[in-house]
């Protein structure tokens, strides 16, 4: 299991509509991506998948929105990619004019804990580490701003 939070200074509800969405998605994360099905905005039971490009090769993967709450809460379960196994909890709360932003990742690459617990924790710190930066710098522009034109999908 991988936990990280972020604290960003901007409304629970731009940030949210931001990480549930394949714009805000594709503009924070940190691999060459390409986009392949999936809406534009998720809500519960909503299909997605992409392909990322990782120490040169590319990856498919796919997944579903298995929780939604809106402005609190949601998960999403891989159904095929990378890991042998990949939920990823995205948690908003409150904290002062901002939010706490969490990420909670239970996953396992499949090959035992000794794998999990170095090559895959270290390859989370780094992923989440390099998104939640890029979050900060986009959603802290200028809090009331859209960022429909921020994709950088290649």
Not at 93 to 111: A, C, N, Q
Not at 134 to 141: C, D, G, H, Q, Y
Not at 144 to 149: H, K, P, R, V, Y
């Amino acid at each position: 299991e991988y936990t990280s939070s972020v604290i960003l200074n901007a409304p629970i509800e731009k940030i949210f509509s931001f990480c549930s969405s394949k714009e805000g998605f594709l503009s924070h994360f940190p691999y060459r991506c390409r986009w392949k099905t999936g809406c534009s905005k998720w809500e519960y039971g909503t299909d997605f998948s992409f392909e990322f490009r990782y120490l040169g090769v590319w990856f498919t993967h796919s997944a579903k929105i298995s929780g939604f709450t809106q402005n609190e809460y949601f998960e999403d379960t891989m159904q095929r990619g990378l890991y042998k196994y990949f939920v990823h909890q995205h948690i908003f709360e409150p904290h002062g004019v901002g939010v706490k932003y969490t990420d909670k990742v239970i996953f396992s690459l499949g090959f035992g804990d000794l794998a999990d617990r170095t090559v895959g924790l270290k390859t989370m710190e780094k992923l989440f580490s390099s998104r939640h930066k890029r979050m900060k710098e986009i959603l802290e522009a200028n809090p009331i701003a859209t960022f429909s034109n921020l994709t950088r999908e290649n």
